[in-house]
C-alpha cells in the first residue's frame, strides 16, 4: 500500500472551510483513497473514499488531483465538534486482508 | 442502528489472566477485523476474517486468538495477559474484501493489564 504524508497539525475557524492536505506521491493506478477521523479516542469514523474522480457525500468532498498523487479533504462548514484526528489512507486494489493502514493523522482544532 | 457493537467498553486485568473480546456487527458483513491502539499511534491490525469460517494473521498476532463464531461475530481472545497487551482494541466490519467498501468501526474497548 502507498505511503500517504499529512501536516501534523492544522487550525481552521468555526464555520470556515477546512481543507487538509494529503501526499500520496507512489500511489498506484487501482489504489484508493480513503479517508477517516477519529474523535476523543472514539473508533475512527468512515468519511469518505475515491479512486479519480472527485466524491462529495453529506459529510464533505475530496478532490484527488489529476496525477493522483495528492488529495484534499474539504470540510465545508467547519464546527467545534470536527475536532478530530483525521487520517488519509490509500489502499491497494491488489490487496485482499482489506486492513487499513493508519498513519499519524492530522489533528484538527476548529477554534470559535 | 447498532452497526459495529463491542463488549466490554473497560476491563482492567492483571497479568496472566485469560479474557475474551467480543465483537457483534448487524450489518450483514462479511469480514471483521481486530485492531489495536497504543498511545500517539495509528491503529494496528492484529487478526483479520475475510468471511465465516476463516482468519487470518495481522500485523501484530502473537498473545492473541481469534473466533469467527459466525457471520455476526468475531471474538479476541487473551490467553495470558501482559502489560504490552494495554491498548484500545477496535473491531470493525466491511461488506466484501474492503477493496471499495469501507470499513466501519466499533467504539472500542480499553483495557489495562496490571
Known amino acids: 500500500d502507498a505511503k500517504t504524508t499529512q501536516p501534523p497539525s492544522m487550525d481552521c475557524a468555526e464555520g470556515r472551510a477546512a481543507n487538509l492536505p494529503c501526499n500520496h506521491s507512489?500511489?498506484?493506478?487501482?489504489?484508493?483513497v480513503y479517508w477517516y477521523r477519529q474523535i476523543h479516542s472514539q473508533g475512527p469514523q468512515y468519511i469518505i473514499h475515491g479512486l479519480k474522480n472527485n466524491e462529495t457525500n453529506e459529510m464533505a468532498s475530496l478532490i484527488i488531483t489529476e496525477d493522483r498523487k495528492s488529495s484534499t479533504l474539504i470540510l465545508p462548514h467547519a464546527t467545534l465538534r470536527d475536532t478530530a484526528v483525521y487520517y488519509c489512507?490509500?489502499?491497494?486494489?491488489?490487496?485482499?486482508?482489506?486492513?487499513?493502514?493508519f498513519g499519524q493523522g492530522t489533528t484538527l482544532q476548529v477554534k470559535p | 442502528n447498532a452497526g459495529v457493537t463491542q463488549t466490554p467498553k473497560f476491563q482492567v486485568l492483571k497479568t496472566g489472566q485469560s479474557m475474551t473480546l467480543q465483537c457483534a456487527q448487524d450489518m450483514n458483513h462479511n469480514s471483521m477485523y481486530w485492531y489495536r491502539q497504543d498511545p500517539g499511534m495509528g491503529l494496528r491490525l492484529i487478526y483479520y476474517?475475510?468471511?465465516?469460517?476463516?482468519?487470518d494473521k495481522g500485523e501484530v498476532p502473537n498473545g492473541y486468538n481469534v473466533s469467527r463464531l459466525n457471520k455476526r461475530e468475531f471474538s479476541l481472545r487473551l490467553e495470558s495477559a501482559a502489560p504490552s497487551q494495554t491498548s484500545v482494541y477496535f473491531c470493525?466490519?466491511?461488506?466484501?474484501?474492503?477493496?471499495?467498501?469501507?470499513?466501519?468501526f466499533g467504539d472500542g474497548t480499553r483495557l489495562s493489564i496490571l
Open positions: 489512507i490509500v489502499r491497494s486494489g491488489s490487496s485482499n486482508t482489506g486492513k487499513l493502514i
Open positions: 476474517s475475510a468471511s465465516e469460517g476463516t482468519t
Open positions: 470493525a466490519s466491511t461488506s466484501g474484501d474492503g477493496l471499495n467498501q469501507p470499513q466501519h
Open positions: 507512489t500511489i498506484s493506478g487501482n489504489e484508493y
